[in-house]
Structures are given as C-alpha cells and as structure tokens.
C-alpha cells in the first residue's frame, strides 16, 4: 500500500536536513543529510451514490473542500 494521496496525488517529499554547528567558519559548518517526509493521511468512507469506498487522503484534502463528509 503506497503512501499517496487518493485525491491529489501528493507523495513524499525530500530535502535536506542537518544540524547546525556554532563553531566558527563557514567551512566547518554542520553536515547535511538527505530526509524524507511523509504525508499525513487519513482513512476516510466516502459515499460515492451507488457504493462506500475508502480512500486514503491527506489532511490538506480533508481539510479543503475537495471531500464533504457525511
């Protein structure tokens, strides 16, 4: 099971991530590291008129009137 967004398409996102050493110049500073973050999603039964599906679908869509809860 994938961790994607039913709705939008949203996926996880990259960037860096370090720590930041208060140690002088700007050759010494903090190493970086790749990181990965992940959606926050949710579970949710949506009546579709002939069926209850469940999708998974992040909190922004949730949130957002692309879903109406019932």
Known sequence: MSRICDLCGKG????KSGIHRH???WH???PKSN???GVNLRTVSLDT????E???ICT???????VVAS
């Open 12 to 15: 996880k996102m990259g960037n």
């Open 23 to 25: 140690s002088g110049k």
């Open 28 to 30: 010494r500073k903090g």
């Open 35 to 37: 990181r990965e973050w």
């Open 49 to 52: 008129g002939t069926k209850t």
């Open 54 to 56: 469940k999708l998974r």
């Open 60 to 66: 922004s869509c949730l949130k957002g009137t692309k």
